[in-house]
């Protein structure tokens, strides 16, 4: 038995950028001007950088533009190992007119257990308790196919999929209707 | 690392996706239930901070907007408390980080066009690195109740919003501090999306006498408590085997 409950999830709200993401709120100058999460790729590892962009729908189709996102990934290698010029964790907010999210990161290597994947959580007003997706890439099916958590998703495992686009890798992630992405409860 | 493991989350103590009198929810909430897995390296593991990363004032939002010898205008709190899991062992190094409207409900962002005017000294929002035991402890003035549009008449009790990361990223949790007294908690239809009273209670911090500083500032304390106990997981299923 445990001594104590989890506490109660509650949305991070309209407002959550003053918090989380201050610049986008428009607190230019907290953190030293320095958004938590925003840069993971540091210049040593330039040459690697790919963009990993999102959009959010809602049950309208339309784009969330208030929401904030989080990643965390492995590096290269597959691991979670301290990678030179790298961090795994990135923070960014659906863009306030386009609801895009963008990611400056780099593609994170497979394991032979693991196909290479992102994970992604996603809180915004409307959002009660923080939803948890993950991030395939489809060009890499051979591996994807392999991977448990990829599977488990049955018929709805290409919900999953981050598709190539000239900067890297675009993924639209549908809350709601036929397209509804996989959510995990991990 | 040995062999670590997190609880299952107990979703029935969250709020459920969809909470109609939530508006906002209805448009925002999957259909399918979320699958579930044995948290994988991914799920065990999770950013860390130092307490390097964060500037001297960040856990003063008091002072950490304002401008040179300015306070900003309000109750002066200190909401302190002890982040733990759920075997109650603190949980030390880990980044908390608050926002919240000003003495007048009013938020710092583009988007709040509450009538209640902005404090020029108050920006709202900071951060801290919890100790070795795992406690944390912020400065800040409280907040005011504020009107939203959710259809109706809707009021949200004062409250400040947290952000806690843990050990691992399946542990990682955004909620509301309300303050014990405020007759708004049993009216919200964002509170009322928790289920039970039992749950909600855990969300409001209780005025702290003992931690009040005589003619300066008084406090509330607020625990925080993250999923998962490997050591408990671990045991279950030894005697499972």
């Known amino acids: 038995m445990t001594a104590h409950k989890e506490s109660p999830s509650q949305t991070a709200g309209p407002y959550v950028h003053i918090g989380c993401t201050p610049s986008v709120a428009g607190l230019s100058g907290m953190y030293g001007g320095k958004d938590p999460g925003r840069t993971m790729v540091h210049p040593s590892l330039a040459a690697s950088k790919i963009a990993l962009t999102f959009r959010v729908y809602d049950g309208d189709g339309e784009p969330l533009k208030d929401a904030m996102l989080e990643i965390w990934q492995a590096g290269p290698d597959g691991s979670f190992n ?44 409307g959002i009660n308790l923080g939803l948890t997706t993950r991030v395939y890439f489809a060009d890499e099916a051979e591996q994807n196919a392999k991977d448990p958590i990829y599977r488990l998703a049955k018929d709805r495992a290409t919900t999953l999929l981050a598709r190539p686009v000239e900067a890297g890798y675009h993924h639209d992630i549908y809350l709601q209707g036929e397209l509804e992405t996989v959510f995990f409860d991990v | ?89 603190g949980l030390p190094g880990k980044l908390i980080e608050v926002w919240q409207a000003n003495a007048g409900g009013r938020y710092r962002h583009k988007k709040d066009g509450y009538l209640a005017p902005l404090d020029e000294n108050f920006g709202g929002c900071g951060r801290c690195i919890s100790g070795e035991d795992g406690s944390y402890s912020f400065r800040t003035i409280q907040p005011g109740p504020y009107p939203w549009p959710n259809g109706g008449n809707d009021w949200r009790p004062a409250h400040i919003h947290f952000s806690v990361f ?76």
């Not at chain 2, 990363?53 to 205008?73: F, K, V």
Request: glycine share 10%.
């Open chain 2, 166 to 241: 843990g050990d691992g990223f399946a542990q990682r949790l955004i909620t509301q501090m309300y303050f014990e007294g405020d007759p708004h908690i049993a009216l919200c239809p964002i509170v009322q999306t928790i289920p039970s009273k039992a749950a909600i209670n855990t969300l409001v911090a209780r005025l702290d006498m003992d931690a009040t500083i005589p003619m300066d500032i008084r406090a509330y304390r607020f625990d925080i408590v993250l999923r998962g106990s490997s050591a408990t997981v671990f045991e279950n299923q030894m005697e499972g085997r």
């Open chain 1, 82 to 125: 301290q990678t030179d010029g790298f961090e795994n964790w990135g923070r960014g907010a659906t863009d306030a007119e386009t609801g895009l999210a963008t990611f400056e990161t780099v593609k994170p290597g497979g394991l032979p257990d693991a196909a290479p994947h992102v994970l992604v959580w996603i809180v915004a007003r």
């Open chain 2, 1 to 89: 690392m040995t062999d670590q493991r997190i609880a299952p989350r107990d979703l029935d103590w969250h709020p459920p996706a969809l909470t109609p009198r939530y508006r906002s929810s209805i448009l925002r909430s999957p259909k399918h239930k979320p699958l579930s897995y044995a948290p994988t390296a991914t799920e065990l593991s999770g950013p860390t901070f130092g307490h390097d990363s964060i500037g001297p004032l960040d856990d003063d939002l008091i002072q950490n907007y304002a401008r040179s010898g300015g306070l900003a205008i309000g109750p002066r709190i200190i909401v302190h408390g002890k982040l733990m899991d759920e075997n109650g062992r």
